[in-house]
């Protein structure tokens, strides 16, 4: 590894951002450069990531010319360029083709994402697979709450209701503005869909039925599948808390790492039928009324809880260098059994508001046993940025307040 050369180019500046950066400082020592639209303290004062802020860099030409101008200023290095956000990764995808040759992209092609990025494609497709998803409805744009009545749509109230592209969804901002809403009548669901395509969203809107059960019914498995689309690792998360705040609602905050062969070989051989590559995240519930695991949605990028990965022991940078760069033949698919702690909000806030004693008492054991990690306690950072440690004190006790503002 002496003569390895590379530099990872991150495109955002969050957490899904520090947690890149910092299993790419963990594996290879190297500092990554971020481009951003504006400050974010997931990122400030770092030792491990530059951030570079340019406001429009969510503009195709921007980022073309930003990435191709930093690359061609070091054609002896290997640029990792990696997205870490739905947008940023869509538009790499769109880009990959047009980079420098030094720049490594580890995405599908725009053909794939159009079938997958979408959440009505998307269930069509486990549909096609057979892979259990919640009974959904589909509307195309506003109906009235005559429209929205409980035969019309299959299953029960109270009822999900959520946009099929959040890539679109998030660039028609409004007041009140959600991740996902939760309808108890027609009438609530009507004035959600009115309040969405009133703000300009111009996509399919999806209307679903609630899979019971709280927070720790929720799991989410990463994969990586190589260039030659052959899954080589999966990380199965059992979520036992997510954050509650309206926009924040639904990013996980505490996950033990778990495994599930049947669920895992599924959705591995499903990924490598389409001919997928690089990262996927996919977001899952238990359904208690039918024992099935129930897909919501495929995220075309490593979560924004990645380090529960890497804090496994699967480091996400390695898979990227070692296929991408070294061109490694990275072996049999690892389907991970290791049991592994991860939280991004104090442990006192995890044991307060998890609502399964089981997952809080195995929390508990793993962290006295050390099998725990945080992303942003990373110890390299922290001692030699003393604005680094301040921020991240304050961040994570914010938290205790948000809970209390938003318990459930």
């Not at 429209?147 to 109230?157: D, H, N, P, Q, R």
């Not at 996509?203 to 989410?220: N, S």
Request: net charge neutral; aromatic share 12%; proline share 6%.
């Amino acid at each position: 590894m002496a003569n390895l050369n590379i530099q990872p180019v991150l495109i955002g500046a969050d957490m899904n951002c520090y947690s890149l950066a910092r299993a790419f400082h963990e594996a290879y020592g190297v500092t990554s450069q971020a481009f951003g639209r504006w400050p974010m303290g997931d990122t400030k004062w770092s030792a491990i990531v530059r951030c570079t802020y340019i406001p429009d860099v969510d503009d195709p030409g921007v980022l073309l010319r930003t990435v191709t101008d930093y690359a061609n200023a070091r054609p002896d290095t290997t640029c990792i360029v990696m997205g870490c956000t739905d947008d940023y990764a869509s538009l790499l995808m769109d880009l990959q083709d047009k980079l420098p040759a030094n720049c490594v992209a580890p995405y599908i092609a725009p053909a794939l994402r159009d079938k997958l990025v979408n959440k009505a494609d998307f269930y069509a497709l486990c549909e096609q697979y057979a892979i259990p998803y919640p009974k959904t409805f589909v509307a195309e744009g506003p109906l009235a709450a005559e429209a929205l009545g409980e035969k019309t749509l299959g299953f029960a109230y109270p009822i999900i209701v959520k946009p099929s592209s959040s890539i679109l969804y998030w660039k028609h901002p409004f007041p009140g503005m959600k991740k996902v809403y939760t309808a108890d009548s027609p009438a609530r669901a009507a004035a959600v869909l009115a309040e969405i395509y009133g703000a300009g969203y111009p996509d399919k809107v999806i209307l679903q039925d609630m899979v019971p059960g709280a927070d720790c019914q929720m799991h989410v498995l990463t994969a990586y599948a190589d260039r030659h689309s052959q899954v080589k690792m999966m990380c199965l998360g059992h979520v036992g808390l997510e954050e509650h705040t309206p926009k924040a609602r639904g990013n996980h905050a505490a996950i033990l790492t778990e495994y599930n062969g049947p669920l895992m070989e599924k959705l591995k051989a499903f990924l490598e039928d389409i001919g997928y590559t690089g990262f996927a995240n996919f977001d899952i519930k238990f359904d208690c009324r039918d024992g099935s695991y129930r897909v919501f949605e495929i995220n075309l990028r490593q979560g924004r809880s990645n380090y529960y990965v890497t804090g496994a022991g699967y480091n996400i940078a390695r898979y990227v260098v070692e296929d991408r760069v070294l061109g490694k033949d990275l072996g049999p698919c690892v389907l991970n059994r290791a049991e592994h702690f991860w939280h991004s909000v104090p442990k006192a806030v995890v044991y307060r508001y998890v609502q399964d004693p089981a997952f809080v008492e195995k929390a508990r054991a793993l962290a006295a046993g050390g099998k725990e990690s945080t992303t942003f306690g990373y110890r390299y950072d922290l001692v030699r940025r003393p604005l680094r440690l301040a921020y991240v004190l304050v961040h994570l006790q914010r938290y205790f307040k948000k809970y209390r503002t938003y318990p459930q």
